[in-house]
C-alpha cells in the first residue's frame, strides 16, 4: 500500500461562491488530485466554516485506495486547512482503523497536527466502557452498520452527538465488531456540513447544524431518508431488529470484544461464529434471556453446521456446549440442534460402534425423551432389547454390540438389570473353565469389550461370597488357558481372584507348588508380614492349597501350617481336624506347637483323647513354669493322662519332664503330705533320669532347693522327710537316687546350719513321725560323708 501524504487551504471564492483549493505542499505523482477536491468539498464545505472534522472515503479510482482528511479552521486565510492522506491499494498488515486517525486536538485552533499518532488507537478498555454507557442504542446502531454492507446496501447512517469524539467512538466501536475487511471499507466523517451530499456511510452531525440542512425531527428525513441515531434526545429512526447485531451488542456488555475470524463460516455476520466467541470468553449469561429472532438465528446456524457433516473437534465442543446453556433456560428450543449433534456424532463413528456411541452421546447432550427416542430408533432396536434377547444363550462375541451401548450409556432402572444379568452369565461361564468353549467365549467377548470396570464386576462376581467352590472355580481358571487373561485384570480385582490367580500360576506344570508349599509362598507374596490375618483370607488360602472337598492336610504337612497362620485361626476357621495329628505326634516342641496346644484345648472337632492332649500339654508346661500349684497338678494330671491315652516319644519326653520340673519347683511344705514323689519311687529309671535332672536345674535357678533356702529347719524336715519315705512298691533304684539326693542337697545345706537349727529340724521331724524318724536325722546328719 502506497501512502501520499499532501495539504490544502479550502476558501469560499466571495465572487463566485466557489469553493477554492490552493495545495499548500506539493501533489505527489500518482495523486488523483481533481477526484480528491471533489471528494473534500461534498464532504466539508469552506463556508460556512464548520469547524474540524475528521472523513475517510473509499476512492473510485482505478488503484482504488482511500483518502483520509482532517479539516481544522484556517486562522491565516479565514478557510479550511485540510491534511490529507491518500492510501493507494490495499491496506497490508496495518491493523489500524482510519476513525484511529482522529485526535481531540484537531477542535482546537493550535495549528497543531490533524491526524494521531500513529501508535494510537481506540483500545478495547474504552470501547468497552463506552458500550456499557450506551447499553440501549448498541444494537440498533450496529444492526444499521451491517444493512450498510447488504445488497442493497442499508442507508447512510447520521450520528447526532455533542461533539465529534463521541461520534468517532461510535465509528471505533463499529470498526471493532465488524469483520477486518468490513472495518477498514467503513467510510465516514464525524462532522458533516450537509448529510444530503457526503458520500460516506456514517455521518456525524452535532446540534449547530441548521435544521434547514437537515432536520432531525422530520418523519420521512428519519423514516425513508438515512438511518438517524440521534444522542441530541431527538426521535431517531425506528431501531431495526437483526441477530448478528443483537448478540455482538450482548458480547459488548459483556465486557466481550465481538469481532471473530475473518469470514468465518463463510459469512462475515454469522452469528454463530459469535455464540461461539461467547462460550470461548467463559461468558455464557451473554446468550441467556436472548429474543426469540436471535436464538433461532443462533440455533438454526448451529443445526445447519451439525448436519453439513462431523464438525472438527472444537466446533463439536462449542455445539454441545451451546446446547447445554440453551437448555438450561429453553430446553424445547435445543432440541432440532441435540438431535442434529447426536445424528452427525452417530454418522461419525464406524457402523459397529454407531450404537454405543449414541448411548454415551445422550448423557452429554440436552435431549429430552421424545428427541432422543426418534433419534435412536434410526439406528436400529434399543440395546437392552437386544441384549435381552441374546441372554437367553451363551455370552459370546453377539452381545459385544449392544453391551458396548449400554456400557457406553450408563444404565437406569431398566437397563441395570440387563447389565447385571449379563454380568451374572459371564461370570457363570467363567466359573465353569471345565466348560472350555462357554469359557473361551466369554474371555474372548471381555476381550472385545475392552472394558476393564465391566471385568472388575465380573471378577466380583466370581468371588462373591469366597464360597468353597467359587473359589476352587477361580484357582482351576488361574490354571487354565486363560490364565493369562485373568492376571491381566487384577488391578482393582477382589482378594480372593488375585490370590487363585497367583496360585493358578505357582501351580502350573509337573513341579508346580501344592499344598503347604503353595500355602507358604501365597502368604509370603501377598499377606502383609507374611501372616495370615483372618478367617476369611485363610479359607481362600486353605482352599487353593488344598482344593479336594475334605480339605484335610496331609500329616506330613500339618506342623509346617502355622509357619505363617496362628493356630488359633485355624481352629476360629473349623480346620483343627488338619491339625490333629501333629498335635499327638509332634516331631519336636517348640513354640508354635506350644501355640496349637493351646489353641486346641477347647476345640469341638477333636476327639477327648485329642482335647485330652492338648489340656495336658498346657497343663504340664505351665506347671513347670511354676504357674500351675502342685496341689492342683496332683488332682489334674492323674485325669488328663488317662484321658490323652498312650502318647509316645518326644510328647511324652516333654511332659514328663515338665511335671518333673513341677514338682522340684515346688516348695518342699507342698512336696511333703502328698504322693507327688510316688511316681518316681515305683517309676522307671527313665522318670528317675527325669527327676535327677529337674532337681539339679532347680538348685541352679536358685528355688527352692537352693542351699540357703534349705537351711530354713521345716523346710529342710520336710525335704528330708520327702526323700526318705519308704513307698509301697518303690524300686531300689529310688532308694539310691533318693539317698543320693539327701547327702548332696540337704548335705550342702547342712553346711550352713548351727546346732539349734539341726535340732528344730529334729523337733520338727518328731511331730510329724515320732522318735523313728529323729533318730533317722540324727544318723544321717552325724555320718561321715
Excluded at 121 to 132: E, Q, V, Y
Excluded at 330 to 348: E, F, G, I, N, T
Excluded at 530 to 540: E, F, G, R
Aim: charged share 30%; net charge negative; glycine share 8%.
Amino acid at each position: 500500500m502506497a501512502i501520499r501524504e499532501l495539504s490544502y487551504v479550502l476558501r469560499r471564492d466571495p465572487a463566485s461562491g466557489a469553493d477554492r483549493f490552493t495545495p499548500v505542499s506539493e501533489v505527489p505523482e500518482g495523486v488523483p488530485d481533481d477526484l480528491m477536491q471533489r471528494v473534500i468539498a461534498a464532504t466539508h464545505r469552506a463556508a460556512p466554516a464548520l469547524g474540524a472534522a475528521l472523513s475517510y472515503t473509499r476512492l473510485p479510482h482505478r488503484d482504488g485506495g482511500g483518502l483520509l482528511c482532517s479539516v481544522r479552521p484556517d486562522e491565516e486565510s479565514d478557510g479550511l486547512r485540510v491534511d490529507a492522506r491518500y492510501e493507494a491499494g490495499e491496506p497490508e498488515g496495518d491493523r489500524r482503523w482510519p476513525v484511529d486517525a482522529f485526535r481531540r486536538s484537531t477542535l482546537d485552533r493550535d495549528g497543531g497536527t490533524g491526524f494521531a499518532p500513529r501508535d494510537w488507537c481506540w483500545d478495547h478498555a474504552l470501547l468497552t466502557k463506552f458500550a456499557s454507557e450506551q447499553a440501549a442504542r448498541i444494537a440498533p446502531f450496529l444492526a444499521d452498520v451491517r444493512a450498510l454492507f447488504a445488497d442493497p446496501a442499508g442507508r447512510q447512517i447520521v450520528l447526532a452527538e455533542r461533539d465529534q469524539e463521541t461520534v468517532a467512538r461510535w465509528i471505533a466501536l463499529a470498526c471493532a465488531s465488524l469483520p477486518v475487511t468490513h472495518a477498514r471499507a467503513l467510510t465516514f466523517t464525524t462532522h458533516c456540513a450537509d448529510p444530503g451530499l457526503a458520500p460516506q456511510q456514517i455521518l456525524g452531525i452535532g446540534p449547530d447544524l441548521d435544521s434547514e440542512v437537515f432536520d432531525r425531527y422530520d418523519d420521512s428525513t428519519v423514516t425513508h431518508l438515512f438511518r438517524v441515531h440521534d444522542g441530541l434526545g431527538g426521535p431517531g429512526s425506528p431501531p431495526r431488529s437483526d441477530p448478528w447485531a443483537e448478540l455482538a451488542a450482548r458480547l459488548w456488555r459483556e465486557g466481550v470484544v465481538p469481532r471473530t475470524d475473518e469470514h468465518e463460516a463463510g459469512d462475515p455476520f454469522a452469528v454463530l461464529p459469535l455464540a461461539r466467541r461467547a462460550l470461548t470468553a467463559r461468558s455464557g449469561q451473554a446468550l441467556t434471556g436472548l429474543p426469540e429472532e436471535v436464538l433461532r438465528a443462533i440455533l438454526s446456524a448451529a443445526v445447519r453446521v451439525a448436519e453439513q457433516g462431523p464438525p472438527d473437534i472444537g466446533t463439536a465442543h462449542d455445539l454441545a456446549d451451546l446446547a447445554r446453556q440453551i437448555a438450561e433456560h429453553r430446553p424445547d428450543a435445543v432440541q432440532p440442534l441435540a438431535a442434529a449433534l447426536l445424528r452427525s456424532r452417530a454418522k461419525a463413528a464406524d457402523p459397529v460402534n454407531a450404537v454405543p456411541t449414541l448411548e454415551a452421546a445422550r448423557a452429554d447432550l440436552p435431549l429430552d425423551e421424545g428427541t432422543w427416542r426418534t433419534v435412536r430408533s434410526e439406528f436400529g432396536p434399543p440395546p437392552e432389547d437386544e441384549l435381552r434377547r441374546l441372554l437367553r444363550q451363551q455370552p459370546s462375541t453377539a452381545w459385544e454390540k449392544p453391551l458396548r451401548a449400554l456400557l457406553a450409556a450408563g444404565g437406569d432402572r431398566d437397563r441395570g438389570s440387563v447389565l447385571d444379568e449379563a454380568e451374572f452369565k459371564i461370570a457363570r461361564a467363567l466359573n465353569r473353565p471345565d466348560q472350555r468353549r462357554a469359557c473361551a467365549d466369554a474371555v474372548a467377548l471381555l476381550e472385545a469389550l475392552g472394558d476393564r470396570a465391566l471385568v472388575r464386576r465380573v471378577l466380583e462376581r466370581l468371588a462373591e461370597g469366597e464360597e468353597e467352590r467359587r473359589i476352587r472355580a477361580l484357582r482351576d481358571l488361574a490354571a487354565s488357558p486363560h490364565g493369562d487373561w485373568l492376571r491381566d485384570h487384577l488391578d482393582g480385582a477382589p482378594r480372593a481372584v488375585r490370590l487363585a490367580a497367583s496360585a493358578g500360576y505357582r501351580s502350573r506344570g509337573a513341579y508346580g507348588l501344592t499344598g503347604v508349599d503353595l500355602w507358604i509362598d501365597l502368604a509370603h507374596r501377598h499377606l502383609e508380614g507374611a501372616k495370615v490375618p483372618d478367617v476369611p483370607t485363610l479359607k481362600i488360602l486353605w482352599t487353593l492349597a488344598w482344593p479336594s472337598r475334605s480339605g484335610v492336610v496331609p500329616v506330613a504337612e500339618q506342623s509346617r501350617i502355622t509357619e505363617v497362620c496362628s493356630a488359633r485361626l485355624i481352629v476360629e476357621a473349623g480346620h483343627e481336624l488338619s491339625l490333629a495329628h501333629w498335635l499327638r505326634h509332634p516331631e519336636r516342641i517348640d513354640e508354635r506347637y506350644l501355640d496349637l496346644a493351646r489353641a486346641t484345648t477347647d476345640a469341638k472337632r477333636l476327639l477327648q483323647p485329642e482335647v485330652a492332649t492338648a489340656r495336658l500339654v498346657v497343663f504340664a508346661h505351665d506347671f513347670a513354669r511354676g504357674e500351675e500349684t502342685l496341689a492342683d497338678a496332683m488332682e489334674r494330671l492323674p485325669l488328663l493322662e488317662e484321658r490323652a491315652g498312650r502318647l509316645d516319644g518326644v510328647l511324652r519326653e516333654r511332659i514328663d519332664s515338665w511335671i518333673a520340673r513341677g514338682v522340684t519347683r515346688a516348695d518342699p511344705y507342698e512336696v511333703h503330705g502328698t504322693d507327688a514323689l510316688r511316681r518316681y519311687a515305683v517309676g522307671s529309671m527313665r522318670l528317675l533320669t527325669l527327676y535327677r535332672e529337674a532337681v539339679h536345674s532347680a538348685r541352679r535357678e536358685g528355688g527352692a532347693l537352693e542351699a540357703r533356702a534349705l537351711c530354713e529347719p521345716r523346710r529342710m524336715a520336710a525335704l528330708f522327710f520327702a526323700w526318705a519315705e519308704l513307698h509301697p512298691g518303690q524300686t531300689g533304684a529310688w532308694h539310691d537316687l533318693s539317698r543320693h539326693l539327701i547327702d548332696e542337697v540337704l548335705g550342702e545345706a547342712l553346711r550352713h546350719m548351727d546346732r539349734r537349727a539341726r535340732s528344730e529340724v529334729a523337733a520338727v521331724l518328731d511331730g510329724w513321725g515320732g522318735q523313728r524318724w529323729v533318730q533317722a536325722w540324727d544318723q544321717w546328719w552325724q555320718s561321715p560323708r
